[in-house]
């Protein structure tokens, strides 16, 4: 079945710093993904759709300039979570779909754990 | 605006039990429907995925129907296990290739 990565699992930070999120769609090619964070105790909230060679679509609330997302080739998609701060601290999971099957399923990475400091 | 509810918002039962976890959509204009399995501080397990088309879908103990007219999914766990205890979410897609809504889940605790 269709894989999706993310790397890393689990990041501990200070704030002021910036971390990078990767995703990965292992073994099938990707031209949408979509980022999501879930705050504890509350449901996934999408954040960004991130699109292959073109810009990202934000979604309202969500700031542009401090979660960049870039979607450099058709199985990775990079979110940079800038100048970090504790209220950034959430649980990130990408999306992706495999662009060359009729599912348009959405298969779900692991997630990434990101605590500010 | 698509909203998402699920009721209820948690549930305890004990073992052996029969259980319907339902989900609510404002929107029935939707593509398809899927149940996902959380487990704490983990990620997503799909479930059931129910085309626009379709009324049903079963895997193993786990059936899901949708009634898009009305605007409703429900998930039925038979002979529930202490390891289905998980937070249990639905989430609704409008057309393909657009983005999913979640529910705000159902915490489900079986109780050996």
């Known amino acids: 079945g269709a894989v999706v990565s993310q790397h890393p699992s689990w990041v501990i930070c200070k704030s002021g710093t910036s971390v990078k999120i990767e995703c990965r769609s292992l073994?099938?090619?990707?031209?949408?993904m979509f980022w999501y964070r879930q705050f504890p105790k509350q449901s996934l909230m999408l954040m960004a759709t991130?699109?292959?060679?073109?810009?990202?679509?934000?979604e309202q609330g969500v700031e542009k300039d401090k979660f960049l997302i870039n979607h450099a080739s058709l199985t990775l998609s990079t979110l940079t979570v800038t100048s970090a701060h504790p209220e950034d601290s959430s649980f990130y999971i990408c999306?992706?779909?495999?662009?060359?099957?009729?599912?348009?399923?959405?298969?779900f990475g692991p997630g990434t754990r990101l605590t500010v400091t | 605006k698509q909203e998402v509810t699920q009721i209820p918002a948690a549930l305890s039962v004990p073992e052996g039990e029969n259980l319907v976890l339902n989900c609510s959509f404002t929107?029935?204009?939707?593509?398809?429907l899927q149940w996902f399995r959380q487990d704490p501080g983990k990620g997503l397990t799909s479930l059931l995925l129910?085309?626009?088309?379709?009324r049903e879908q079963t895997s193993g103990r786990l059936n899901a129907s949708l009634d898009k007219s009305s605007g409703r999914s429900t998930l039925y766990i038979a002979a529930s296990q202490p390891g289905d205890s998980a937070t249990y979410l639905c989430?609704?897609?409008?057309?393909?290739?657009?983005?999913?809504?979640f529910g705000p889940g159902t915490s489900l605790s079986v109780i050996p």
């Open positions: 999306s992706a779909r495999d662009r060359d099957t009729f599912s348009y399923e959405q298969y």
């Open positions: 073994d099938f090619q990707a031209t949408t």
């Open positions: 989430a609704v897609e409008k057309t393909s290739y657009d983005k999913v809504i």
């Open positions: 129910i085309q626009s088309s379709q």
């Open positions: 991130s699109n292959e060679g073109s810009k990202a679509t934000y």
């Open positions: 929107d029935s204009a939707i593509y398809n």
